[in-house]
């Protein structure tokens, strides 16, 4: 059951970025290849955007593109550490004119401006979360979001199998899934536009990816199971990965 010490202490402390967060794209190949053939494609429909938040960044595999996607960018994390090192290394990085990065308490977003924000983007970094702290995420994404922005989260999804304790292999959050997302959006303000429910290391949909839009609306969300996810990515591998340098 992950929270926000857990997390503080391992990623700031005890993770070591070996391949600075190139590791968690192996299943792609390469971080170039899951952007484009993955993830990109899922949020091209929110873009441009002027500005631009992003939940813990880590040492910046996604920021390295979404900073070329704004003018201002802003990047959270609660490691301190990751912090320094996408302020020491990021500084020129892309085409964004206001650029932020900064270590916060984990569920907030200081400094940024009510109704001030186009895009709220995460991903491989909330799957580590319960659901108290994405409550206290999605009422910063419904403060910052101007009318009609959007938010792309990937989140855990294992609360819809019941998954605890030691089966909780990869510490997904055990109270997080696609519903329970939807609902807490909601009490904020926050309509859900779709919810994908992906495989992850296994057939399993234990994760999820949510695109939210601030403000009510009178589409129904739509909720996707694909469970061909992980295995798509080695596919992915294997026929995108060459134009981006995989031998």
């Not at 402390?13 to 390469?30: A, I, L, M, V």
């Not at 589409?219 to 996707?224: I, N």
């Amino acid at each position: 059951m992950p929270n926000k010490e857990w997390n503080q202490a391992y990623w700031n402390d005890q993770y070591g970025w070996p391949e600075h967060g190139e590791e968690w794209s192996r299943q792609w190949g390469n971080a170039a290849t899951q952007w484009w053939s993955t993830i990109f494609p899922r949020i091209a429909g929110c873009m441009p955007a002027r500005t631009i938040v992003e939940i813990a960044p880590g040492q910046g595999r996604w920021s390295r593109y979404l900073l070329d996607l704004c003018d201002t960018y802003y990047g959270f994390d609660i490691s301190a550490n990751t912090t320094k090192f996408c302020n020491d290394y990021l500084s020129t990085v892309g085409s964004a004119t206001q650029r932020t990065f900064a270590t916060n308490s984990g569920s907030d977003f200081p400094g940024v401006g009510d109704a001030s924000v186009d895009f709220v983007f995460s991903f491989d970094s909330l799957v580590h979360v319960e659901i108290d702290i994405l409550d206290g995420y999605l009422a910063e994404i419904a403060r910052v979001l101007r009318p009609g922005g959007r938010a792309f989260l990937h989140h855990s999804n294992i609360g819809m199998y019941g998954v605890t304790g030691d089966a909780n292999i990869h510490c997904r959050g055990e109270s997080v899934s696609g519903e329970t997302v939807r609902k807490a959006a909601s009490r904020h303000g926050l309509h859900t536009e779709v919810q994908e429910m992906i495989s992850w290391h296994t057939e399993l949909c234990q994760h999820c990816l949510t695109l939210l839009v601030a403000g009510s609306s009178a589409t129904q969300t739509k909720v996707l199971y694909n469970d061909d996810f992980w295995n798509d990515a080695a596919r992915l591998r294997q026929i995108i990965g060459p134009y981006h340098g995989q031998a």
